[in-house]
C-alpha cells in the first residue's frame, strides 16, 4: 500500500464467516480472528438495582430440603409425573422463591437503531447426559480467516439490543463494546455464595423486522435432548405472560416480527443463534436434582476441556418444547488475549465480561461458588479461599482491555468477599498503600529506556495541556551519549547511565538502605573519621605512604561491576580527603564497613534529593524495552522461542520495576513485531505479567502519521493502571495519514483508527515538504553545531515545531528567547559515495538505477551494463555491486531520493542509503539530525548530545513526542477522573499542531456578519 493517501481507518472484518465459526466453534480458545463488531451500550436510566444477596441460612436450608425432596427423580420414568411431584415439593420453598422473585426487577436494555446483533451459531453437541456449550471462549486455531464479512444475520437493522456481544474475540472490536461494558449497570457484577443476581433483561423496545435464518435439528440430536429432559427441566408457573413481555421484551417483540414463512428449520449446524420462537419464561429450573435459579452461577459443558462458567440471565421454554437459557460468561485467563503466557495465573481468577448468548438447558452442569473480590497490588496470602472461583476485574476484547469494575449504584450494599487468598496491601508499611501517599503538586516520572527522552517529553507536555503537572524525575539508559542528551534538555531529572538489571538491583539495595537508616535513627554508628583499610581497597593509590585512605564523602551509588572486575554488588563512589574529583573511585560496600557515617550522610542526603524512587515514589513508569532478539533488522532472530533470547528479557525486566515501584501508571512502547513473532508471546507476557500484578491494561497499536508526522511508524503502546485509578484512553487520530505497512492481522482490530462510517475531521496528512523546508540549506560536509533560520516558518507544521521551550511548556523559566537552530548535521558522506550521490537526478523517485551502466530488464531486476561501466576516480564502478544484488536486483531504495510530497515509512536509527531512501530532495546529502528529529516530533529547542552517529541513533530510537504527547493528555485526563470508559478519546481540535500557549487561548469566534 506504499504511497496510498488513505483516511486511517480500521479495515478489518467485523464478523467472521460461517465457514470460520463451524471450524472453531468447539475447539479450545485459540488465535483465530473472530467477529468483531460496534457495540451500543443501553442507557443507564433504563435499568434499575436490585439485591444480590439472599441469607446464607435460607439458601443452605432451601437446598438442603431441595435434595431431600427430589432424590427420587431418577426413578420416575413419566416426565410429567416428575414434574408434579416436585411442584408439591416446591410449596414448602414457597417463601423463599417469593422472596428471590420480589429481588428481581425489571430494566430495559436498549439497542441502537443503527447496529443490530448478528445471529451466533451455535453448534451443541451430546456426551452422555449433557450437552456441550462451545461457544463462550476464544478460538484458538492458529489460521486467520479474512473473509470474516460473510456472517449471516439479521439483514435489517434492529432498534435497541442488549446483547449485541460477538464471540470473544482476541482482536479489538469498535469502541462502542466498552461502552457496552460500563455502562450496563443492572447486570450485577457481584457474587456471593454462588449467586448473581441479574435484573430481567429487555432487548428490544421498538419494532423489528428482521428475516432470521432457520435452525434445523436433526431427528437424532432431538432424541437425544429428549432423553435429557428428565435430568433438566424447568420448575414451577412460568412467568406471567404479561410481566415477561415486559421484562424480555426484545425477544417476544422479535417473535412477533418474525413472518410465518420464515420459520426455524431443523439444523444441528444452525443452534447458535438468538432463540427468537419463545414461548414462555421461567424463574427456576432443575438441574440433576439441584434447583438453578435466574442469577445463578453455573458450569457449562464444554468439549474435551474445562467447563466454561457463566451466570443464568434467563430461562425460557420455546413453541417447539425446547428448554434454554441466556447465560452471560466469564473468561478465564487463558480465553482473553493473553492466552498460554497466563499459566502461571491463579486458575481459580475469572473475568467479567458482558458476551452473552442462548443456550440449551441441558447444557448446565452444576452450580458454583463464585465471589467478586477488590483488586489489590501487593504481596499474596497462603490463605485459603472459601469458594471455587472469584473475579475482580472484566476484561473486553475491545482493545484487549482489562480493567476495575466499576462501584455503580447496583453494587453499592453487595457485601464483597474479603482479600484472603488475593494480592493485598502490606497494611504496615505506607509505603505499599496508593491511599496512603500525599497528594503531590506535580507527577514523577520514571524513564526506563530512556534514550534521548522523547517519550517521557511528550508525556509531560501532552499531561500539561490537560491541566496536569508531570516532570521527568528519574531517567535511565546505557547509553551514555543518550544520558547526556537527556541531561542536556531535562537537568531536573536524575539520569542514570546503566542497565535496566542494575539499576533494579539498585532498587532493591537502596530500599534496604533507606529502611536500616531510616528506622534506626537513634542507633548508634561508628566515629565519624571514616577509615577504609588497605585490605578492602580496590583501587591502589602508589603516591599514599599509609595503609588507609580517608573518606572525605560518598557521591554517588550503583550496583553491577562498574570498574569490570568480575564482582557484581552495591557499590559507592567514594571521595578521598586530599584528592581531587577526578580520583574519585567506585568501592564496594563491604569495604566500607567502617564508614557507616558516610554512608548515612549519603542515604538521608539521597533520601531529600530523590536521587532513586522507593515503591511508592514513582506516579508514572514508561519505557520502550528493547527487543532486538525480534526486529526486523535482525536476520538471527530466535521466531520460535523469542523469551530464549537474552535481546528479548528487558520486558521481563521492565515488568519487574513495575512489580517492585508500583506506579500508578505504566506505559510500555515496542515494535509491532512482538504482536508477529512466536503467536505475539513477548506481547501477550507483557500483558500478562501488569494483570498478573493486577493491574488494569489496554493494548493499541499507534500511527504517528495519525498526529500530524510525515512518517507512518506504526508501534504498540501497553497502558497499565493501578486498580484504583482510571484506566487512560488511546486518542484518535487527528490527521489523515499514508498507510505504509499494516499490523498482524489478529491483531489489526487494536489499531487506534476511527470506524468505517465513523463522523471524523481530520487534517489533511503532513508531507516533507510540510516538515523541512524551511531549513537552511546545508553541504555534505557541514559541521556547524548552531546557525540561524534565514527564513519564517512557511507551513502551520513549522511553526508550532519551531515554538521555544516557553511556548511549549508555559514555563517562564524557559523564556530564553533563543532563536538559533541546533544539529542541522548530515552524516557525512565518503568520496565516492558522495560523487554517487551528486549523479542522482533531483526529481521524484530517483535513485540509483538512474546512474549510469544500469539495465533493468523486462523483469524489473537490474544488471551492470558490460558496455559502460562507469568508473570512479577511485577506480571503483559508479554503480556498487551490493545495489544489484540487494533484494534481488529488484530494489529501488539504494541511493534513492525522496521527495517533498511524499512521507516517510519509518525514521530509523542510521541514514542507511545503501540499502534506503533517505536523499534529501533537492541536495546532494543525507536528511540531517534536525531534518530526521522534525520527523519524529522534536521541537527545535531540543538538542542532542554525542557524535553524528550516536545523535541519529538517539532520534531514530526514540518515540515520536506527537505520539507520547498525544498519549499524555489522556494521562492527565485519567488522572482527573475526567475521561472517558470507552477505549478511545478524541483530542481538542488543532491539538496536534499548536503549542501551549496557543492552546490556552480560547477559540476565536466566528464573524457572523
Same mark, same amino acid.
Given at each position: ?36 463488531? =460496534? ?33 427420587? %427423580? ?41 447496529? &443490530? ?11 452422555? @447426559? ?17 473473509? &470474516? ?17 460477538? +464471540? ?47 435452525? +434445523?435439528?436433526?431427528? /437424532? $440430536?432431538?432424541?437425544? *435432548? ?36 420464515? *420459520? ?108 467478586? $473480590? ?46 484472603? /487468598? ?25 524513564? %526506563? ?29 546505557? *547509553? ?61 593509590? !602508589?603516591?599514599?605512604?599509609?595503609? @588507609? ?109 513495575? =512489580? ?36 488494569? &491494561? ?14 507512518? *511508524? ?46 471524523? !475531521?481530520?487534517?489533511? &496528512? $503532513? ?16 559541521? +556547524? !553545531?548552531?546557525?540561524? #533560520? ?11 515545531? +519551531? ?17 538559533? %537552530? #541546533? ?51 577511485? /577506480? ?13 536486483? =529488484? ?60 545523535? #541519529?541513533?538517539?532520534? /531514530? ?13 489522556? %494521562? ?23 503549542? #501551549? ?13
Amino acid at each position: 500500500m506504499e504511497g496510498m493517501e488513505l483516511k486511517f481507518l480500521r479495515r478489518s472484518p467485523r464478523f467472521s464467516s460461517d465457514r470460520v465459526e463451524r471450524e472453531i466453534r468447539c475447539h479450545k480458545p485459540s488465535s483465530k480472528k473472530l467477529c468483531s463488531r =460496534k457495540l451500543e451500550s443501553p442507557k443507564v436510566d433504563s435499568f434499575d438495582s436490585l439485591s444480590l444477596t439472599v441469607d446464607n441460612a435460607e439458601m443452605d436450608s432451601s437446598r438442603k430440603l431441595e435434595t431431600e425432596e427430589l432424590s427420587f %427423580l431418577k426413578q420416575e420414568e413419566s416426565n410429567e409425573a416428575t414434574l408434579s411431584l416436585i411442584l408439591e415439593t416446591l410449596n414448602l420453598t414457597a417463601e423463599l422463591s417469593h422472596k428471590i422473585e420480589a429481588e428481581s426487577s425489571p430494566f430495559s436494555p436498549c439497542i441502537n437503531q443503527e447496529e &443490530a446483533p448478528k445471529l451466533f451459531r451455535r453448534n451443541s453437541h451430546f456426551v452422555g @447426559e449433557k450437552i456441550l456449550r462451545r461457544s463462550p471462549r476464544l478460538s484458538s486455531d492458529a489460521n486467520y480467516s479474512s473473509n &470474516a464479512d460473510s456472517c449471516n444475520g439479521f439483514g435489517k437493522k434492529i432498534d435497541k439490543p442488549l446483547s449485541k456481544f460477538p +464471540r470473544p474475540s482476541l482482536s479489538s472490536c469498535g469502541n462502542e463494546q466498552s461502552r457496552s461494558a460500563d455502562n450496563r449497570t443492572s447486570i450485577l457484577r457481584g457474587a456471593e455464595n454462588c449467586t448473581v443476581r441479574h435484573s430481567s433483561s429487555e432487548l428490544l423496545e421498538s419494532d423489528i423486522e428482521c428475516p432470521v435464518e432457520k435452525i +434445523r435439528n436433526s431427528s /437424532g $440430536v432431538k432424541e437425544k *435432548r429428549n432423553k435429557n429432559k428428565a435430568a433438566s427441566f424447568f420448575v414451577g408457573d412460568p412467568v406471567p405472560a404479561d410481566e415477561a413481555q415486559q421484562r424480555w421484551k426484545w425477544r417476544y417483540e422479535m417473535k412477533s416480527q418474525i413472518s410465518k414463512r420464515q *420459520r426455524m428449520a431443523e439444523s444441528d449446524d444452525d443452534e447458535d443463534m438468538i432463540v427468537h420462537n419463545v414461548e414462555c419464561h421461567y424463574t427456576h429450573a432443575s438441574i440433576a436434582n439441584t434447583i438453578i435459579s435466574l442469577g445463578d452461577c453455573v458450569y457449562v459443558k464444554g468439549e474435551a476441556e474445562k467447563n466454561h462458567v457463566g451466570t443464568i440471565i434467563e430461562l425460557f421454554k420455546t413453541t417447539d418444547g425446547d428448554n434454554y437459557f441466556r447465560g452471560q460468561w466469564f473468561y478465564r485467563v487463558e480465553d482473553t488475549v493473553i492466552k498460554e503466557e497466563g499459566s502461571f495465573h491463579d486458575s481459580r481468577r475469572l473475568f467479567y465480561s458482558t458476551v452473552m448468548n442462548d443456550n440449551p438447558l441441558d447444557c448446565i452442569v452444576s452450580k458454583v461458588n463464585i465471589k467478586r $473480590v477488590k483488586p489489590r497490588v501487593g504481596h499474596r496470602s497462603n490463605s485459603a479461599p472459601s469458594f471455587d472461583f472469584y473475579y475482580d476485574m472484566e476484561y473486553c476484547v475491545d482493545y484487549s482491555t482489562f480493567r476495575t469494575l466499576k462501584d455503580d449504584e447496583s453494587l453499592k450494599n453487595i457485601d464483597t468477599a474479603p482479600t484472603t /487468598g488475593m494480592e493485598t496491601f502490606h497494611e504496615s508499611s505506607s509505603l505499599n498503600s496508593l491511599e496512603n501517599i500525599p497528594k503531590k503538586d506535580n507527577l514523577e516520572l520514571l524513564d %526506563l529506556y530512556s534514550g534521548c527522552g522523547g517519550m517521557s517529553t511528550g508525556l509531560c507536555l501532552g499531561a500539561k495541556y490537560s491541566s496536569v503537572g508531570l516532570i521527568t524525575r528519574w531517567a535511565v539508559d546505557s *547509553r551514555k551519549s543518550a544520558c547526556e542528551s537527556v541531561k542536556l534538555n531535562h537537568p531536573e531529572t536524575h539520569v542514570r547511565n546503566e542497565t535496566a538489571d542494575d539499576f533494579l538491583g539498585l532498587l532493591r539495595e537502596w530500599e534496604k538502605l533507606c529502611k536500616r537508616y531510616k528506622v534506626n535513627d537513634e542507633e548508634k554508628t561508628r566515629p565519624s573519621r571514616s577509615k577504609v583499610s588497605d585490605d578492602n581497597l580496590k583501587s591502589t593509590k !602508589e603516591k599514599l605512604p599509609t595503609s @588507609e585512605y580517608e573518606v572525605s564523602s560518598l557521591v554517588d551509588i550503583c550496583y553491577g561491576d562498574p570498574t569490570e572486575t568480575g564482582k557484581r554488588g552495591l557499590k559507592f563512589m567514594v571521595h578521598w580527603k586530599g584528592y581531587g574529583s577526578s580520583e574519585d573511585t567506585w568501592e564496594p560496600v563491604e569495604g566500607l564497613s567502617n564508614c557507616q557515617e558516610a554512608i548515612k550522610d549519603f542515604v538521608k542526603r539521597g533520601l531529600r534529593q530523590k536521587i532513586l524512587p522507593l515503591p511508592g515514589d514513582v506516579d508514572v513508569i514508561c519505557g520502550g524495552p528493547p527487543c532486538q532478539g525480534i526486529s526486523g533488522y535482525n536476520r538471527y532472530r530466535n521466531i520460535d522461542s523469542p523469551m530464549d533470547d537474552e535481546r528479548n528479557r528487558q520486558i521481563v525486566i521492565f515488568m519487574d520495576i513495575v =512489580k517492585f515501584l508500583r506506579p500508578k501508571f505504566v506505559l510500555m512502547e515496542n515494535v509491532t513485531d512482538i504482536l508477529r513473532f512466536n503467536q505475539a508471546s513477548l506481547g501477550r507476557y507483557a500483558m500478562s505479567r501488569l494483570v498478573h500484578m493486577n493491574y488494569q &491494561a489496554r493494548l493499541g497499536t499507534i500511527a504517528a502519521g495519525c498526529f500530524g508526522l510525515p512518517q507512518f *511508524r506504526l508501534r504498540v503502546f501497553l497502558w497499565g493502571a493501578h486498580p484504583n485509578e482510571k484506566l487512560p484512553q488511546f486518542p484518535l487520530p487527528t490527521h489523515e495519514v499514508i498507510v505504509r505497512y499494516w499490523p498482524p492481522p489478529e491483531f489489526e482490530r487494536n489499531t487506534v483508527a476511527y470506524d468505517e462510517g465513523q463522523p471524523r !475531521e481530520l487534517e489533511k &496528512a $503532513v508531507l516533507l515538504q510540510d516538515a523541512i523546508s524551511d531549513l537552511p540549506a546545508v553541504l555534505n560536509s557541514e559541521s +556547524r !553545531e548552531k546557525m540561524p #533560520y534565514e527564513k519564517p516558518p512557511e507551513t502551520e507544521f513549522q511553526r508550532y515545531i +519551531r515554538s521555544s521551550q516557553y511556548e511549549m511548556t508555559g514555563c517562564e523559566a524557559n523564556n530564553t528567547g533563543t532563536d538559533s %537552530l #541546533y544539529d542541522h548535521q548530515p552524516y557525512l558522506l565518503g568520496e565516492d559515495d558522495y560523487l554517487r550521490v551528486c549523479n542522482i537526478p533531483k526529481r521524484k523517485g530517483a535513485n540509483f538505477r538512474d546512474l549510469p551502466g544500469v539495465i533493468v530488464g523486462n523483469d524489473n531486476v537490474v544488471r551492470r551494463d558490460p558496455e559502460n561501466n562507469v568508473l570512479l576516480p577511485s /577506480g571503483k564502478p559508479m554503480v556498487p555491486h551490493y545495489a544489484f544484488t540487494f533484494e534481488q536486483g =529488484k530494489s529501488r531504495r539504494p541511493f534513492g531520493r525522496l521527495w517533498w510530497d511524499e512521507t516517510v515509512p519509518t525514521v530509523v536509527t542510521f541514514p542507511s542509503y545503501h540499502s534506503q531512501v533517505a536523499l534529501h530532495p533537492e541536495q546532494d546529502r543525507v536528511l540531517t539530525i534536525r531534518e530526521y528529529a522534525r520527523l519524529q516530533g522534536f521541537p527545535d529547542y531540543y538538542r542532542f548530545f554525542g557524535t553524528v552517529k550516536e545523535r #541519529y541513533r538517539q532520534v /531514530g530510537n526514540a518515540v515520536a513526542v506527537s505520539v507520547s504527547r498525544a498519549l499524555g493528555y489522556s %494521562l492527565g485526563l485519567a488522572v482527573r477522573r475526567v475521561g472517558g470508559d470507552e477505549p478511545l478519546m478524541i483530542l481538542p481540535p488543532k491539538f496536534s499542531l499548536s503549542n #501551549y500557549i496557543q492552546f490556552q487561548k480560547p477559540p476565536e469566534k466566528k464573524d457572523t456578519d
